[in-house]
């Protein structure tokens, strides 16, 4: 069973930039699996940030980015703000009518 | 404006059943792709189950044979039929509309299952 792998945790100081990766266990991620990144902060339900690989989602300010860096899905965060300490969590289309989330990042900005 | 609202969680005795519903306003279930993502206490979102506009259902292996999605046209509202329940189906669970580049949004605010004697 294919695993999809995130950063347990990260942190970034106010003002700087990260970039979450979202991998396979076997393979590479490309645009062919669909990556979409989501936030989430506790008690509510996660809030779309990109699809398909580098979209912004309505209303998602353009510091958010999502790409293909290597052989994973990432998102960068550029100019972190506290409000962007979350979990932030992406999916990938596997095929076949199934999907499969990562574990999830968690980010502390401080 | 798109709205999911999700109903039908509780506690449930492991090896019960349970449906959840997600009531759908501002589009139509029965044309697009709906799924159910779910999400254990303290724990990462999990995929579960989707249904596609043409009746397709796909399902995560660790639901499939107990968990069964389907929607009522006529009440444009989404379901998730739980059957043989386990402690590990704890969660919260989430319905989504599912996108034309296969991402979810919106999300529904969620219904908590509690599987436990």
């Known amino acids: 069973q294919t695993v999809v792998t995130q950063e347990p945790s990260f942190s970034v100081s106010p003002g700087g930039t990260v970039t979450l990766t979202c991998g396979l266990s076997?393979?590479?991620?490309?645009?062919?699996?669909?990556p979409s990144w989501y936030q989430q902060t506790p008690g509510q339900a996660p809030r779309t940030l990109i699809y398909?690989?580098?979209t912004r989602s309505s209303g998602v300010p353009d510091r958010f980015s999502g790409s293909i860096l290597g052989n994973k899905a990432a998102l960068t965060i550029t100019g972190a703000q506290a409000d962007d300490e979350s979990d932030y969590y992406c999916?990938?289309?596997?095929?076949?009518?199934?999907?499969?989330f990562g574990g999830g990042t968690k980010l502390t900005v401080l | 404006e798109v709205q999911l609202v999700e109903s039908g969680g509780g506690l449930v005795q492991p090896g019960g059943s349970l449906r959840l519903s997600c009531a759908a306003s501002g589009f139509t279930v029965s044309s697009n792709f709906m799924t159910w993502v779910r999400q254990a206490p303290g724990k990462g979102l999990e995929w579960v189950s989707i249904i596609y506009s043409g009746g397709d259902t796909f399902y995560a292996d660790s639901v499939k044979g107990r968990f069964t999605i389907s929607r009522d046209n006529s009440k444009n509202t989404l379901y998730m039929q739980m059957n043989s329940l386990r402690a590990e189906d704890t969660a919260v669970y989430y319905c989504?509309?599912?996108?034309?580049?296969?991402?979810?949004?919106?999300w529904g605010q969620g219904t908590l299952v509690t599987v436990s004697s």
């Open positions: 076997s393979g590479s991620v490309s645009t062919s699996y669909y």
């Open positions: 999916v990938l289309y596997m095929g076949g009518g199934i999907w499969v």
């Open positions: 989504a509309f599912v996108g034309a580049y296969n991402w979810f949004d919106p």
């Open positions: 398909s690989t580098n």
